[in-house]
């Protein structure tokens, strides 16, 4: 099973921007998709932002416009390009290349990253 390691999170104040990296151990060329989820302090953990098949990508309706995802599978790499962020940003932020599917976490997860959006 190939390991996960998220990195990039921080401290922002608002309307900042970070980059989030999430490092595989192995190739991750053979995953049709790779995901960024997030969760909130109280909250549920949610899709942030996917991409599927190389290129289509999809995201939560409150980040679009703000958040790109990219992959680079010759450096085994997926990316979280977050602008304008916002203080409702907040949370640990986690890389995969499976899902939640009837509330049960499948596939592989990294540890996560924090972000933390100042007002």
């Known amino acids: 099973q190939v390991q996960l390691v998220e990195s990039g999170g921080g401290l922002v104040q608002t309307g900042g921007s970070l980059r989030l990296s999430c490092i595989a151990s192995g190739s991750i060329s053979s995953f049709n998709a790779m995901a960024w989820y997030r969760q909130g302090p109280g909250k549920q953990r949610e899709l942030v932002a996917g991409?599927?098949?190389?290129?289509?990508?999809n995201y939560l309706d409150s980040v679009k416009g703000r958040f790109t995802i990219s992959r680079d599978n010759a450096k085994n790499t997926v990316y979280l390009q977050m602008n304008s962020l916002k203080p409702e940003d907040t949370g640990l932020y986690y890389c995969?290349?499976?899902?939640?599917?009837?509330?049960?976490?499948?596939?592989?997860w990294g540890q996560g990253t924090h972000v933390t959006v100042s007002s």
């Open positions: 995969t290349n499976g899902a939640i599917v009837a509330g049960r976490r499948i596939g592989s």
């Open positions: 991409i599927f098949n190389g290129s289509t990508t």
